[in-house]
């Protein structure tokens, strides 16, 4: 290109600038002919070549060029990026919230639907919900109990002690005292929890395991009362009658103490679960011994009460017919997300 026909160079550019129609192609443009090698920045090297007569003569013409050409380009640059922002409102408007890739639904635990039903039940007959920590003393998980020293409850193969004094609880009915200590009778209580217990692991076991402990103290309370409590929980739970069928049984903190076994909510004449029997054994029960409501600073010559326990473990193997503890306790998602 020439000096001389400067006009129809012009043109000629402001024609290209015309029909860009993207940043790319702008980008192009500026370094063929407004960068420092471009074709004006060339033009006014030719300029120093031409003598003072010319220079005079085309020096302003090339300056106009050179300012028209930029200016050009600016307005060319701010028109592109209008677009742009328009085109992304444009597709924001079309941004649908609702509309998204497959959902993975989440489901809750077995556990949760279980302790959920459970609470609902003891709640309509007026318990209350407590809990307490996994931590615990040794006073509240056996002394206050009336657990002896020597008990084998006790002994290292089956508590995992922290030191002298502590220990993971070794069941639920730890929060027995704990709630003697803070509410006055009468009282009706249930506990859902975790307790661990040093054995090991197969289809029934686990170290770590749910229990779910029941309470309830008040003025003349007798076995007759824990067992309409219980009859009416099971047959609620398992959507059935449920007969109850009593043993004696031992245990430290109740006097008597109850083994009860209820008739299997799953046959009529015996299967697999009740081993063709007709029964489950299910809890463990008794009347608050009087030692224990002492620990716990109530009256025991105005109240008495019934405490029981069972697995919240075994409830929901049995409710959901889970045959290996270790599903229920591993995070396999298609086992899970049956309980949606
Ligand atoms: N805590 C007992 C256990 O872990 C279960 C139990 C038995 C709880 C009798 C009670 C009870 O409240 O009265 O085996």
């Not at 013409?61 to 677009?83: M, V, W, Y």
């Not at 206050?144 to 290292?156: C, F, Q, S, W």
């Not at 029960?285 to 009256?299: F, Y």
């Not at 010559?301 to 409830?315: E, P, Q, V």
């Amino acid at each position: 290109m020439k000096l001389k026909n400067l006009e129809s160079t012009q043109q000629d550019l402001l024609k290209k600038l015309q029909a860009i129609e993207n940043d790319a192609e702008l980008e192009t443009f500026r370094l063929e002919y407004l960068s420092r090698q471009g074709l004006i920045a060339q033009l006014f090297e030719q300029l120093k070549t031409l003598d003072a007569q010319e220079k005079r003569e085309v020096g302003p013409h090339l300056n106009d060029l050179k300012k028209e050409i930029q200016a050009s380009f600016d307005r060319k640059k701010e028109e592109l990026f209008t677009q742009t922002l328009e085109r992304a409102n444009q597709k924001k408007q079309n941004f649908d919230v609702t509309l998204s890739k497959k959902h993975r639904k989440g489901s809750l635990h077995p556990y949760t639907h279980l302790t959920n039903q459970i609470e609902d039940i003891f709640i309509s007959m007026g318990f209350q919900i407590a809990d307490g920590p996994e931590l615990e003393t040794e006073f509240f998980n056996f002394t206050g109990l009336n657990i002896p020293a020597n008990h084998p409850a006790r002994e290292d193969s089956d508590t995992f002690w922290i030191n002298d004094k502590h220990l993971i609880r070794t069941q639920t009915s730890t929060v027995q005292i704990r709630m003697m200590q803070n509410l006055k009778p009468p009282m009706a209580l249930i506990v859902p929890g975790r307790v661990m217990r040093n054995e090991a692991t197969d289809a029934s076991h686990d170290f770590m395991f749910m229990q779910l402990e029941g309470m309830l103290i008040a003025e003349k309370i007798s076995v007759a009362n824990l067992l309409a409590t219980l009859q009416t929980f099971l047959t609620k739970l398992f959507e059935k009658d449920v007969k109850l069928r009593v043993r004696p049984g031992y245990f430290p903190f109740v006097e008597p103490g109850l083994e009860i076994d209820a008739s299997c909510p799953f046959c009529n004449q015996g299967c697999s679960t009740c081993k063709k029997t007709g029964w489950i054994e299910l809890l463990g029960a008794g009347i608050i011994h009087p030692e224990v409501l002492k620990h716990g600073g109530i009256d025991h010559t105005k109240y008495s009460g019934f405490a029981f326990g069972c697995g919240l473990t075994r409830l929901a193997m049995l409710k959901y017919g889970i045959p290996d503890i270790r599903l229920l306790h591993s995070s396999n998602l298609k086992f899970l997300q049956q309980f949606s």
